[in-house]
């Protein structure tokens, strides 16, 4: 059963920083890019970030770039996403996905497995 559970989401004054991290068990997690979304009220689910198997290849939507950090630690099955400079406008349901590799994730193509989400609230 592949499971991706995320964490780190919480409440964070504008200008602050959060850590989200996502962790993967069911599957073979060496062989699986993994990306981070998002959705807002009443928006639809937008591409953050993604990370090849090796890191060799990380993608950056052009909201997160020079904020926003992706790493992978294929030793513990875990990627995070180091969020720095929030703004209210990052306040969303982050999820995080794996997928066949990153630059699907990043062009829409659907992963094969999405966490739960966690909250991710900045207030101004």
């Known amino acids: 059963q592949v499971q991706l559970v995320e964490s780190g989401g919480g409440l964070v004054h504008a200008g602050g920083s959060l850590r989200l991290s996502c962790a993967i068990s069911?599957?073979?997690?060496?062989?699986?890019?993994v990306g981070w979304f998002r959705q807002a009220p009443g928006k639809e689910r937008e591409f953050v970030s993604s990370i090849s198997w090796i890191a060799l290849h990380i993608f950056y939507a052009d909201s997160a770039k020079g904020r926003f950090t992706i790493s992978r630690d294929n030793a513990k099955n875990t990627v995070s996403l180091q969020m720095n400079s929030l703004k209210p406008e990052d306040t969303a349901i982050y999820y995080c996905?794996?997928?066949?590799?990153?630059?699907?994730?990043?062009?829409?193509?659907?992963?094969?497995?999405w966490g739960q989400g966690t909250q991710v609230t900045v207030s101004s």
């Open positions: 996905a794996a997928g066949e590799s990153a630059s699907l994730l990043q062009n829409g193509v659907p992963p094969v497995a």
């Open positions: 069911g599957l073979t997690f060496n062989n699986y890019a």
